[in-house]
């Protein structure tokens, strides 16, 4: 069964508009997983412009008091304050992204290879025996970018699907991306890695991703499902994609 993590950065970045506490990123964070959601996922950006350090440790407090099953996943790129954070707030799961904090978006995965010195250092310092390390990776990773994805001691990679999600009026270049990542899944899989996969992942697209990428753990969706829930409410829509995941 693939898991349902919710990304809250789009619910974090609705309630940047005005200096209001609302909508409130916790209470959005208790109707997801009272609908069900198996996580929370977040991305701090050091410009903040969505969720905030302060958020982090809110949904952190919220998590350990009274969702003590649900995983806090925290992604983002692996400097020092960054690093610093995931040691304070102590999360399960840490994905690590590539991301220059200039970036508008993740629109990449690591360059396995070239970054495994790096990679193996921060892997080391994080990696606990309750905590998940996933590192973000291209769609077209390939077999020798998944031996190097392993090589640094992640439990997982998380499939980047934005190229996927872009396909969204081409089924045919849909298709195409799709078989490329159901390859790297497979050689993932192969080499004893864990697979996470997100971004630009929705109601629509979400059944032949299932269909044609077997073996996913969990996906972190935030832009797509907030959308639908600003028409059904959060708690439908959660409802929603835990369906979209579980008719597979
Ligand atoms: C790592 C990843 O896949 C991203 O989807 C990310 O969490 C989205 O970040 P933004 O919400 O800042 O676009
Ligand atoms: N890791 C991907 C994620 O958390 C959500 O991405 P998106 O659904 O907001 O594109």
Redesign the pocket.
């Given at each position: 069964m693939t898991l349902l993590s919710v990304?809250l950065?789009?619910v974090a970045?609705l309630r940047n508009r005005r200096n209001l506490p609302w909508p409130s990123v916790t209470g959005i964070a208790r109707v997801v997983l009272d609908a069900g959601a198996s996580g929370i996922?977040?991305?701090p950006?050091p410009d903040e412009?969505?969720?905030r350090r302060t958020d982090v440790f809110d949904l952190s407090a919220l998590l350990r008091a009274e969702y003590p099953e649900a995983e806090f996943n925290i992604?983002?790129y692996p400097s020092e304050d960054f690093l610093a954070l995931i040691e304070d707030v102590d999360p399960q799961q840490v994905?690590l992204?590539p991301?220059d904090p200039a970036?508008?978006?993740?629109d990449h995965g690591w360059d396995f290879a070239g970054k495994g010195n790096f990679l193996t250092s921060v892997v080391q310092r994080l990696k606990r025996s309750d905590r998940r390390i996933s590192l973000?990776c291209d769609p077209d990773a390939g077999a020798a970018g998944i031996a190097a994805a392993k090589a640094t001691g992640a439990d997982r990679v998380?499939l980047?699907?934005?190229p996927y999600g872009a396909c969204h009026d081409d089924p045919e270049q849909a298709r195409q991306e799709l078989a490329v990542l159901a390859e790297t899944c497979k050689a993932a899989l192969a080499a004893g890695l864990g697979v996470n996969a997100?971004?630009?992942l929705t109601l629509d697209n979400l059944p032949a991703f299932q269909a044609a990428v077997p073996g996913v753990a969990e996906v972190?969706i935030?832009?797509g499902i907030t959308a639908d829930a600003l028409v059904m409410g959060f708690a439908e829509a959660v409802a929603a994609y835990r369906k979209a995941l579980a008719d597979r």
């Open positions: 990304n950065n789009a970045q996922t977040v991305h950006r412009r969505h969720i992604e983002g994905t992204v991301d970036q508008a978006t993740s973000f998380e980047f699907t934005g997100g971004h630009d972190s935030g832009h």
